[in-house]
């Protein structure tokens, strides 16, 4: 027996080998896989895709709902040699076929929850593109079946650990692409490795199960399941987030860790207090945030609710930052954590003047391994000062070193020469019992040149609209600076946000870049 519970072998494809019959997937809209069940998949995925015609060094793509199907093509792909890219659900056609060409992508693999993306007018353009592999009824499509029908259970030959190409979500901008390579040598050896990304988050080794709650497209929700499998946590796999479902399949399964993003918490957090009540979640033990920025008063209450069990993160695609561990949170809260090992971080303000302790600007930082956008160096070259990158974040660090984020540079507001950070007001709005959901962006105004416009997603609350919006600006004016206060409130049924949590600024400010505004 190892003397300490990280001496013990472990990596997805060693989990395989010594524990076959362990559950690698505990619950999904497919049902249950061991690691060995997985493994083969896997195994015949890359036999099949190689017979197909699939060299090294390819790009495959994959277009699937949460379920088996993402982790079956991801751990091909690490073992082939390939470059796993995963498709936003969500994007249009025509997004897809600029995705899979910038990726030069040999092969789409299609779920036909996903087919109509085939039979629109750009259908025929991904055809040309790249190979279509369908999963289920998707017409004109190769079947995945017929690919792997006969199709060994064996361990492929040349075995090399693959890579990344993950997209950005594309709510500030154009999505870009981020290329990270696999190391090219042994498979084996580089998921043992990579376990080492549990242990900083306190993923004890064969103690899970781990809940998939967000889109499995997320490069977040990738790393964190694909480095659960790595410790032996069995997968919970949710199709789609609902938030009392949520707290049932924790209970059922009694899960130890988890990933999830502040849309899931302000979620769950408005379920009524009986509903809450009704699902013991002594379970968890490491919760994981990232992605879009919690509020503070989101992540207090999740912390008296759960208690110290949340993680905050800092980072992107591009390179992982910062960490908070529970405790660490609770004594400076609202920090996304300090650098981990080997990052450096910095905070420069808008002519490159690098500033000190608790003064806002421009977050950057070094990472041992640094990133390129893949084949774009005209954004590679802007992300960069030096060797230091910026994913557009505006935040300050405190005497300590602990960071704190304001903003995304490209959200921010300025208002008569002042600048006004959305996220602090979001902040507050979501604070307010009849609020669901708030984005908040700048408008055109003349004298101004930009005025704080509030757009909120009610919750079932009985309150008249304009009820509401004489409630909320006088809410706003006893927690806000009069300049941050929000000049109208405007609503919506539903603002639109990625499975990560993250709200498509970029498509509400396209709306409002025009001088006429309606407020309801």
Not at 51 to 78: E, K, M, R, T
Not at 370 to 382: I, V
């Amino acid at each position: 027996m190892p003397t300490d519970i990280w001496d013990q072998r472990l990596g997805f494809w060693h989990i395989a080998e010594d524990r076959p019959d362990s559950f690698a997937i505990a619950h999904s809209p497919e049902g249950t896989y061991t690691y060995g069940e997985l493994a083969v998949a896997a195994h015949r995925l890359v036999h099949g895709l190689r017979a197909y015609g699939i060299g090294d060094n390819a790009a495959i793509a994959v277009l699937a709902p949460n379920g088996a199907l993402p982790v079956q093509v991801s751990f091909a792909c690490q073992q082939a040699g390939w470059d796993l890219t995963l498709v936003n659900g969500y994007l249009t056609s025509g997004e897809i076929v600029a995705i899979l060409e910038h990726a030069e992508a040999a092969a789409l693999i299609i779920h036909e929850h996903h087919r109509d993306v085939l039979s629109s007018a750009e259908g025929d353009r991904i055809r040309r593109l790249t190979r279509v592999i369908g999963v289920g009824d998707i017409p004109g499509a190769l079947s995945l079946d017929t690919i792997l029908a006969g199709q060994p259970a064996t361990r492929p030959p040349n075995r090399r650990d693959g890579g990344m190409i993950a997209y950005t979500s594309g709510t500030t901008g154009a999505p870009k692409g981020v290329r990270r390579p696999g190391s090219g040598g042994d498979p084996d050896k580089a998921m043992q490795d990579a376990a080492i990304f549990g242990r900083a988050f306190d993923f004890r080794p064969f103690d899970g199960p781990h809940l998939v709650s967000t889109a499995m497209y997320h490069g977040g929700s990738h790393s964190y399941y694909r480095n659960a499998l790595n410790v032996g946590h069995a997968l919970v796999i949710m199709s789609k987030f609902d938030a009392e479902e949520a707290l049932k399949l924790i209970a059922k399964y009694q899960v130890r860790s988890a990933y999830m993003v502040a849309t899931l918490f302000h979620r769950m957090l408005n379920l009524p207090p009986e509903v809450r009540e009704r699902y013991d979640v002594s379970s968890l033990h490491s919760v994981v945030h990232s992605a879009a920025t919690c509020p503070r008063p989101v992540m207090e209450a999740m912390f008296q609710w759960w208690g110290p069990v949340l993680w905050e993160t800092y980072g992107g695609m591009e390179g992982a930052a910062t960490i908070a561990k529970p405790h660490r949170w609770l004594e400076k809260p609202g920090t996304v954590g300090r650098a981990v090992r080997g990052v450096e971080l910095a905070i420069f303000d808008d002519d490159g003047n690098r500033l000190g302790p608790n003064q806002p600007g421009h977050i950057y930082y070094r990472t041992e391994a640094g990133f390129s956008y893949h084949r774009d160096e005209k954004a590679t070259t802007a992300a960069h000062r030096g060797d230091m990158f910026s994913i557009g974040d505006i935040g300050y660090l405190d005497e300590d070193g602990y960071l704190f984020i304001s903003d995304r540079a490209k959200d921010m507001i300025i208002s008569g020469g002042v600048n006004i950070y959305p996220a602090e007001i979001e902040a507050v709005l979501l604070t307010h019992d009849a609020v669901a959901d708030a984005a908040v962006i700048g408008v055109p105004d003349e004298e101004w040149g930009e005025r704080v416009l509030a757009i909120v997603e009610r919750s079932d609350c009985g309150i008249s609209k304009d009820e509401l919006a004489t409630d909320l600006l006088a809410f706003c004016e006893g927690r806000l600076a009069s300049y941050k206060r929000p000049r109208e409130i405007e609503f919506r049924d539903k603002l639109p946000r990625t499975d990560a949590g993250k709200l498509y600024k970029r498509r509400l400010r396209d709306e409002y870049g025009r001088d006429r505004l309606d407020v309801k």
